[in-house]
């Protein structure tokens, strides 16, 4: 009994000490001193937890208080933020609702605690889907006061910080979420010591091996470090003293898993990476209104001490980074041969730096910032995804992820003012950052003056004007090469709408077609028209006939009247077996020079319905187009290829075997376009290209993917890939272009 007592006795002077340590911290800050309120939520949390342990045996509120500590000292947050830090887990873990919370603490306390709640258990669940469900959660929670992320983020670091005591499954789950969401998410917002210790205590416990090499290798080589360290500051440091700059000068050294990190993308050792070390000068600006002006005086004065690297300086100053973070970074040259980055910035920026948005937005008592920067830009990114979120959840997690991660570039608009964008970002997103109309109606870009398409991708510092087509529409390949969350979100919802127009379009189409014909439009109809055109559902059938990719015909009245099915098998090509038609097999007999080998197609047809049904691919070794004579061929792994009929290797695929060949004709409907390649020669005249250009582009309304001209001693030959939709167009295109008076040969070619 003493026992229980005196442990009893000892957790309620841990309590108490933990709460103390919180108050000094927080009496310390320069936010106001609303010491009741957060006695008051710590005695109802206290309360609310009492009797409850963690899996390391120490008392369940030690937990709360350790978040509420991180969230005022190393957020910087104030007495609402702390007091939700202490109440967070309450609604979840007791018999106290939200509502209690509101009554006693006021709605701004209750709220916050509210989107903590719905937020909890982590953000990956058993399933994918839930995973992704969550994490919309917690932006749609962090979009309405940012205070519910920055309390989950320091829940988060303290659960990581104690993660010791959990099972090694738990700790794998833990740590790869920290690393795949709340480490970007910390970043994102600023928060680089609590993102750098999130990913370093997930990369311990996910590879300890490696963290405790490469941190056994830092200690090994800290006293080297120290001595470049103090050999590189001592001009340094005179010559801010000769300025008369109140300043202090501190090494940064690059983290285990920033270290392991580099290690692996680069394959190369610990011993090879030469920027471990770096030094940061931190300066009290004598006047805060030249403050900048300090930054750049500093660079000026140390790169005169040593060569600066000439394309390493980068000015977070002049343009902050989206997180809001400032500093002037250069490289410079040591006396040893050794590039060293130094971080300058002033006191200011270096706790924007450390705390991020927190350590300057102020919250007014009804919520809100008074800052209108970045990050309020970003959230209203999140939102404007939120109000049109996509049906397939992990693709909405993979948008928004596409933002955590990236760096950022600048790039600058016609008129000269800088735009912030993410890393490998293309001029499609940079037009759908501008305005979403810009976006769906772009149809090139100018970046640097230079004509690029929508999916070149920005550099930094690049100029970028947006070149607009009133007739230009969104096009499902778009979402290949839009990288930002905005872009993809906005792509899609258009798709979307646009074939839900196309939906409606073609259920008008398909009850025109079953009044016509007579017939009901009934569930069993409509399911022998998926069949016969081997669609999934009535939707991308309806979509299918609105956008005239399918058009209904006697095959369709055949197949809804029980007839025998027409052999169009696919929506491109129909197949058959034995050979096809007569005439057909006149061809390829006199083609082959030999009888067709007669094929067993009861047997053939066994083996291979379901294969063509599915699949087919088209020939690499002779591009067939519509119109062309071709042929199956079914390969090992029951996918049917299309040849040319005269293709040498379709020659011996016959001759070897005859029992897997295939029969099939095109029935395209000019639906789709296909690459073919034109040589043509000629003799050179002024003028000359443009009258070829006219007559395809112009006339014809054909596009032209590639052109190549040469001309030598008066003789040109040119090359083109066009796309086309079947031989008819072809045979068009070459007829009109002898037509030109130096043209004299036009011919098709196979690559």
Same mark, same amino acid.
């Given at each position: ?5 005196? /442990? ?61 500590? %991180? ?80 309390? @989950? ?41 609590? @993102? ?6 997930? =990369?311990?416990?996910?590879? !300890? ?25 001592? !001009? ?19 983290? !285990? ?41 500093? +660079? ?9 690297? !000439? ?201 025109? =077609? ?57 929506? +491109?090509?129909? =197949? ?5 038609? /007569?005439? $057909?097999?006149? /061809? ?12 067993? $197609? ?13 699949? +087919? ?15 199956? +061929? ?16 379709? $020659? ?62 008066? %003789? ?22 002898? /037509? ?12």
């Amino acid at each position: 009994m003493d026992d229980i007592q005196a /442990k009893e006795m000892a957790d309620e002077e841990m309590i108490n000490q933990g709460f103390q340590d919180l108050l000094d911290a927080y009496l310390a800050t320069k936010h106001r001193k609303k010491v009741e309120i957060i006695t008051k939520a710590f005695n109802f949390a206290k309360q609310a937890h009492k009797g409850v342990k963690r899996r390391s045996g120490e008392p369940y509120i030690m937990h709360p208080i350790a978040v509420a500590k %991180i969230v005022c000292v190393e957020i910087g947050l104030g007495s609402t933020s702390i007091c939700s830090a202490l109440l967070h887990d309450v609604v979840e873990d007791t018999d106290y609702t939200v509502e209690d919370i509101e009554n006693i603490f006021g709605p701004k306390i209750a709220q916050i605690v509210d989107g903590l709640t719905k937020i909890s258990g982590g953000i990956f669940g058993d399933r994918a889907s839930a995973q992704a469900e969550n994490f919309k959660k917690l932006l749609l929670t962090m979009s309405s006061d940012i205070r519910v992320i920055l309390i @989950k983020i320091a829940d988060r670091l303290h659960n990581m910080r104690t993660l010791g005591s959990m099972l090694p499954n738990k700790q794998y789950k833990i740590a790869g979420e920290t690393l795949y969401i709340y480490a970007p998410l910390a970043n994102r917002l600023g928060l680089n010591k609590i @993102k750098t210790e999130l990913e370093n205590l997930s =990369f311990k416990y996910e590879h !300890p091996e490696e963290y405790k090499q490469i941190e056994e290798k830092l200690q090994d080589t800290a006293a080297a470090r120290d001595e470049v360290f103090r050999n590189f500051t001592t !001009p340094i440091r005179a010559q801010l003293d000769k300025m008369g700059i109140d300043y202090q000068i501190v090494a940064r050294v690059k983290s !285990p898993y920033s270290i392991w990190n580099k290690m692996q993308t680069k394959n190369i050792p610990f011993e090879e990476i030469y920027d471990i070390l770096a030094v940061r000068i931190i300066f009290t600006p004598k006047n805060p209104e030249e403050e900048l002006n300090e930054c750049f005086n500093i +660079y000026v004065s140390i790169s005169k001490i040593y060569k600066p690297h !000439p394309d390493r300086l980068r000015d977070w100053v002049s343009h902050p980074k989206a997180n809001g973070y400032q500093a002037l970074h250069v490289t410079l040259m040591s006396n040893n041969g050794q590039w060293i980055e130094v971080q300058i910035r002033s006191e200011r920026m270096n706790d924007v730096a450390e705390q991020g948005f927190a350590a300057h937005w102020k919250y007014k008592e009804g919520g809100g910032s008074e800052d209108e920067g970045e990050l309020e830009k970003w959230l209203k990114t999140i939102k404007e995804i939120l109000d049109d979120p996509q049906p397939d959840a992990i693709d909405f997690l993979d948008t928004i992820k596409l933002n955590l991660f990236a760096s950022e570039i600048f790039v600058f608009t016609p008129k000269g003012e800088i735009k912030t964008m993410p890393q490998n970002c293309t001029a499609l997103d940079f037009a759908f950052s501008i305005h979403t109309f810009l976006g769906s109606h772009c149809i090139g870009a100018k970046v640097n003056h230079k004509l690029v398409p929508l999916s070149h991708k920005l550099q930094s510092g690049d100029q970028v004007e947006i070149l607009t087509s009133k007739s230009q529409r969104v096009q499902p390949e778009w979402i290949n090469f839009a990288t930002t969350a905005k872009a993809k979100a906005k792509i899609l919802a258009i798709l979307k709408r646009e074939q839900k127009h196309a939906q409606k379009e073609g259920e008008d189409i398909l009850n025109e =077609f079953f009044k016509k014909e007579d017939m009901e439009p009934n569930s069993v109809n409509v399911e022998k028209l998926l069949k016969y055109h081997k669609l999934s559902d009535k939707d991308v059938l309806l979509a299918a006939l609105g956008q005239k990719t399918i058009v209904l015909g006697d095959g369709d009245k055949n197949e809804l009247k029980d007839k025998t099915a027409s052999s169009s098998w696919r929506k +491109y090509l129909t =197949f058959s077996f034995g050979g096809g038609n /007569k005439e $057909t097999k006149e /061809k390829e007999k006199e083609e082959e020079k030999e009888p067709v080998e007669k094929i067993d $197609t009861k047997k053939v047809l066994k083996l291979t319905e379901d294969a063509i049904q599915k699949n +087919y691919v088209i020939a690499e070794c002779c591009h067939p187009i519509p119109g062309d004579d071709v042929l199956g +061929y079914l390969d090992e792994n029951n996918r049917v290829v299309i040849h040319k009929r005269q293709c040498p290797v379709a $020659t011996k695929l016959k001759s070897s075997y005859g029992n897997r060949i295939i029969a099939a004709e095109w029935d395209t409907h000019k639906a789709l376009s296909f690459p073919v390649y034109l040589y043509i020669k000629g003799i050179d005249d002024v003028g000359l290209l443009n009258q070829i250009t006219q007559i395809i582009s112009q006339q014809l309304s054909v596009n032209i993917r590639k052109l190549s001209i040469e001309s030598n001693d008066g %003789i040109f030959e040119g090359k083109l890939q066009l796309y086309v939709h079947d031989v008819d167009d072809v045979k068009t295109i070459c007829t009109n272009l002898r /037509k030109i008076n130096n043209i004299k040969s036009v011919t098709r070619v196979e690559d």
